[in-house]
């Protein structure tokens, strides 16, 4: 039996857990935010993540043995059931054989009839035929008394047989019917066995709706602790983020979200930004301005803009590439360099400042130009727009 007081403090106690505190979200501020508290909000949200793992394991191992006791009740209600089944099949075969008695005792009361029926014909046959006369004649009738005698005796000969074999039918149906009686008998008390039964099962259904409840309850505040946890997890992860970026931030890796120029001291575009006709192509979009000067071959390119490298290898048709990760929904990219970029992935730039490679004509380049894209979202912008 369970203890009801228990089973509420319990399920209080899991309550409260499943609507404690709301978690709260990672805040788009995060840039507002020190690093140092960036940091204190990671090892705050790790501490509250151990606190829910531990909540779960708690809740898990406190709902064990409902776990236990709800399985172990719902072997017993199919045990009882089971016994119900078997009685209903003992009680049905019962009824089969009554069922059958009851045919016999039909049969042997119409034979009964017959046999009545036919002793009935046969004393007036006797009777017509002048064999057989009532008592009366023979008392107050002037026929010969040894006569009369005689038909008397074969009258009762032929009524004693008859007898005998109506009194049998009599017999078996009382025999029969005492059977039944008895198996009727029988059937009561499997019924009442039956319906004990059916009681147990019906105490066991009773106690097991309580436990299942208590589990469905518990398992409910498993998942929203479970919930809760995948919120820290995801909290975790957007906090390590905003630590990288105001790593970044604080060490100048950010962009303004103005540019600078990227080749100083050439100036001079030999292709602008925008729609051309391709020799090669045809009609295409130019998504960036080409930068040409006498001289510019093995110039100096600087980053446009404080970032992180994205990129620094060879990139298809625009050579030796590399593209900078301002951290601000800017991207720019610069190609067809002399050689490989002195930089790699991850490296930190600083507007201006940092040389991240020399102009040169490699990838599809008909002569020493820097090609410069400036690309915000999934598209391009005029870089003459900033100029
Ligand atoms: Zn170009």
Redesign the pocket.
Known sequence: MIHVRRIAAFLLCAALIAVGAAVPSVGRTATAASLTELQQQLEDAKANANAVKSQIAALEKANAPFEEQRAALQKQISATQAEIDLYQAKIDALQAEIAAMEKSVAASELALKKAVREFKQRLYAMYTSGSIYSGLEVIGGTEDMAASLAKMELMESVSRKDNRAMQALLDAIDELRTQQEKLAAEQEDLAASQETIRQKKAELSAQYSKINAIVLSNRDAVKALENKEASYAQMEKDLAAAIEKQKLIDAGAVGTGQFAWPVPGYYRLS?KYGYRICPIHGPEL?K???ISSSGIYGAKIVAADSGVVLLARWYGGYGNCIMIDHGNGYVTLY?HMKSASPLKAGDVVIKGVTVIGYVGSTGDSTGPHL?FEIRKGSGTVDPMSFF
């Open positions: 292709e130019h960036g301005i080409d190609g090609h």
